[in-house]
């Protein structure tokens, strides 16, 4: 099946600092959202990417669709301590922010740790 | 705010016991899905499920597996007989359409002994 890279696996940061991680897909993927889980909870989708090298941003987070349609980037800017989560990367085959059919693939996800 | 609820939060099993976990979607939504989290690891697709019949099922999803929505608000997974290897954070998800956005459950933990 297809198979999501996402690095890095875990970032420890301080408050106020800039966060980027990155998904890269031996595919193509048609649909890039990136994700964030808080323990205890389930997903919640924070960024949804539907064309080639489009770039999105919703508040302090910014995201990329490749123009290989094969990787994707988010970045955080000016992080505070709720920033704090699981991060992950997911893709779809289809134009659709929920898979589809086929449902989504989702990346190992990035561990975002904010030091005091 | 309509959210996706499911129960139990957390069971613990026997293997080889039967397992049913309950979810309710939103309700004006129609596609349906099941995913698996093993703990520390990614989150991976199970099943779809719309107009009251399986969309797709991943290789994950064997023979001791079954979805169903016994009437209008509940969707559930059933585990037959289940392994060690079936302990995970089961999420279900819910969309209003085959293109919309995804709303997952908070999970159900399944701890297999």
């Known amino acids: 099946g297809q198979q999501l890279n996402q690095s890095p696996q875990s970032m420890f940061i301080q408050e106020g600092e800039d966060v980027s991680m990155n998904c890269t897909s031996s595919s193509i993927f048609n649909t890039w959202l990136w994700y964030k889980q808080e323990p205890g909870e389930g997903p919640v989708l924070l960024i949804a990417l539907y064309k080639a090298g489009e770039l999105t941003s919703n508040g302090r987070l910014t995201a990329q669709f490749g123009i290989t349609r094969k990787d994707s980037f988010l970045n955080i800017s000016a992080s505070i301590p709720s920033d704090v989560g699981i991060y992950f990367c997911a893709g779809s085959k289809y134009m659709y922010s929920g898979g589809g059919a086929d449902g989504l693939t989702f990346g190992k996800g990035t561990h975002l740790i904010i030091q005091p | 705010e309509p959210e996706v609820t499911q129960t139990p939060s957390h069971q613990v099993t026997q293997m080889g016991q039967e397992v049913i976990l309950r979810c309710v979607p939103i309700s004006n939504h129609l596609y349906f899905y099941w995913y698996r989290q093993i703990l520390g690891q990614k989150v991976e697709f199970l099943v779809s499920?719309?107009?009251?019949?399986?969309?797709?099922k991943s290789e994950i999803f064997d023979d001791q597996f079954s979805v169903e929505r016994p009437d209008g608000s509940n969707f559930t997974l059933k585990i037959r007989s289940t392994k060690l290897e079936d302990s995970a954070m089961y999420f279900c998800a819910s969309a209003a359409s085959e293109t919309g956005e995804l709303f997952f459950g908070e999970g159900s933990r399944l701890t297999v002994l």
């Open positions: 499920f719309y107009n009251n019949e399986i969309s797709e």
